[in-house]
Each structure stands twice: as structure tokens, then as C-alpha cells.
């Protein structure tokens, strides 16, 4: 339906290059320590919106994106996040590492990685709970948190605990960002 409409940006290769490692590194980082250190997102993030206004300038050429569509990118993947962060749901590191996603590959391969890496962290919750014996516990304290929500003048709680298992989200969106990234590419060979 919107086929040509919107043309695919395929972000440029050393943007690519710069995403893989960071996307590594923060990955790894979750998967031991839990978080995703400041000294990868904000580099990556100045990164991507230098890098794309110095070779795109400021609104970007056809085959480069430009500063304003690199900081879109950052705005797309970084604020969705930050509301997360801010409900206490996810890490701060975890928005950062969105926005740097954003700045670096665009705002459609932010909103790709975001979907992919969401649908990722809840197969990876699934396991968790399914391997801890708690999908009953922790099915009910998510179902009193939403009915909460509908309440007029109740305020829900938070529906973890301190003992609650965490799922790294950081290792999630990087896998989801490899799969938007190959996405294009995989619809181009089946002819979609």
C-alpha cells in the first residue's frame, strides 16, 4: 500500500560498522553486568549525529541522512524509552542505547530494532518464567497492575519485585536491530 511512497534508507556503512560494535559491547555488557555503560551510548549517540550532518549536512542528501534526520532518529528511539525508564521498567542505559540506535541507523531502523527487541524480551520473560516456575505469580501482579489502571483515582504500583528476574533488554534490541537491519534485505530476496 505505501510501497514507494517511502523510500527505504539503508544507513551508510561506516554507520552500520559503528552500530555492530556498539551493539556488541552493550549486549555483553547487559548480559554480565546488567547495564550499558554511558562511555558506549553517549559517543555512540555524538557519533551518529556528527557523522551523518558532516557527510548528509543538515536536512541529508538522497543517499545520506543528514543531521536533522539522524536527531529524529535519536528522538524516535531515545523518548519511547525514556517514559519506560521513567515508569521504572527498563534502565536508563537501555534508552540511551535506543537513542544511539536511532542517531546512527535512522528513525525507521529505531522503530524496527524497538519492535523486534520488545518481541525478543518477551519470549526471553516467557522462558524466564516458565524456567522459574512463577508464570502464575507474576501473570497475576501484571493483570492487578492493568486493572489498577482503569480505576479512576487508583494509582498502581509497580508490578515487580526486588526479587524479580530481569530480562537484558540491551541484548534484546541489539538482536532486534541486527534483524531490522537484515529485513530489507530478506524482503528483497522473496520479493516482498
Not at 547487559?30 to 559517543?43: E, F, H, I, Q
Not at 536536512?59 to 536533522?68: E, F, Q, R
Request: a positive charge; aromatic letters at 8%; proline letters at 6%.
Amino acid at each position: 500500500m505505501f510501497k514507494g511512497l517511502v523510500p527505504p534508507f539503508v544507513p551508510a556503512l561506516w554507520s552500520v560498522m559503528v552500530l555492530v560494535v556498539v551493539l556488541i559491547i552493550a549486549a555483553v555488557s547487559d548480559l554480565r553486568s546488567g547495564k550499558v555503560p554511558n562511555w558506549l551510548t553517549y559517543p555512540a549517540i555524538i557519533i551518529g549525529l556528527a557523522g551523518h550532518g558532516i557527510i548528509g549536512g543538515i536536512h541529508g542528501k538522497s543517499d545520506a541522512m543528514g543531521l536533522v534526520g539522524s536527531a529524529i532518529g535519536f528522538t524516535v528511539g531515545f523518548f519511547p524509552l525514556l517514559l519506560c525508564w521513567l515508569a521504572g521498567g527498563i534502565g536508563g542505559g537501555d534508552a540511551k542505547l535506543s537513542g544511539a540506535i536511532g542517531a546512527l541507523g535512522g528513525w525507521r531502523l529505531a522503530l524496527g530494532a524497538m519492535l523486534y527487541g520488545f518481541i525478543i524480551a518477551a519470549l526471553m520473560a516467557v522462558v524466564v518464567m516458565i524456567k522459574r516456575r512463577i508464570v502464575r505469580q507474576t501473570l497475576k501482579r501484571v493483570w492487578n497492575t492493568m486493572a489498577l489502571l482503569v480505576i479512576p483515582g487508583s494509582r498502581p504500583g509497580n508490578p515487580t519485585r526486588a526479587d524479580s528476574p530481569r530480562i537484558a533488554l540491551a541484548a534484546a534490541l541489539s538482536l532486534g536491530t541486527i534483524i531490522a537491519m537484515l529485513e530489507p534485505i530478506i524482503r528483497s530476496k522473496m520479493g516482498w
